[in-house]
């Protein structure tokens, strides 16, 4: 959980598989606090800094990604992740503010970790380097089968997936199963919803247990 100091804030992570429903659920939700007159600060991994958007590029768009091992991929969704932790979330904490954000830790722990194979020690060790002490205090994971991920994906991104997405079917497999597995070791902080509902029946899921977690 965060720290005292920035206690007074709250702060939900969204996660799942590549066209999980994440972005149209974050959307609702935040309509949703907005009318209860909170402040929300709603962010993006990779991304939500100037840095953090460079980085991105890199990681998911840019020549100069291509053949990047693992490593570096893990230390440069760090490197975003941290500059975005001190400069954007703790300060919305420290306000008092709502922080969303789409992806945060968890999807280091899952993608580099579960599918490209790193050991979780080093993972964990970055990770928590990344983040100090700011744990969402709710995360939410969105899970849908790896073809219906695939599918929407393909629709969406139209024959320009991006550098992650072109991975195989058996990459998203893992994705998914170590969500889940996340799902079981960390039952107090990460809630799985079933992403094949209607996104009003996940939306009205996800409020009835933000409401209940969060006051
Ligand atoms: N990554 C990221 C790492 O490997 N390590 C890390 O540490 C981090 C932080 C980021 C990539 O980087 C990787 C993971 C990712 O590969 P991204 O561009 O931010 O990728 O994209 P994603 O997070 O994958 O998000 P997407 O935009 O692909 O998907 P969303 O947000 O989960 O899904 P959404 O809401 O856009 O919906 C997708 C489609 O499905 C429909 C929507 O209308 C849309 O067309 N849809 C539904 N259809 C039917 N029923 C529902 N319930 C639906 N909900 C949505």
Known sequence: MPNLTISSGRFISFEGSEGSG??????????????????????????????????????????????MCPESELLLFAAARAQLVRTVIIPALQRGAIVISDRYLDSSTVYQGAARNLAPG?????????IGDVLPHLTVVIDVPTEVSLA???????????????EDAPFFKKVREAY???????????VIFDGTQSPD???????????????
């Open 22 to 67: 994440k972005s149209t659920q974050i959307t609702r939700l935040i309509g949703r606090l907005r009318h209860a007159g909170r402040e929300i600060v709603s962010t993006r991994e990779p991304g939500g800094t100037d840095l953090g958007e460079r980085i991105r590029d890199i990681l998911l768009h840019k020549d100069e990604g291509q053949g």
């Open 122 to 130: 080093p993972v964990a060790a970055v990770n928590g380097f990344a």
């Open 152 to 166: 929407r994906v393909r629709q969406r991104s139209a024959g320009q997936p991006d550098r992650i997405e072109r």
């Open 180 to 190: 889940l597995q996340l799902g079981r070791n960390w039952p107090q902080r990460v």
């Open 201 to 215: 029946d996940i939306e009205n899921k996800i409020w009835a247990e933000v409401q209940k977690r969060l006051g």
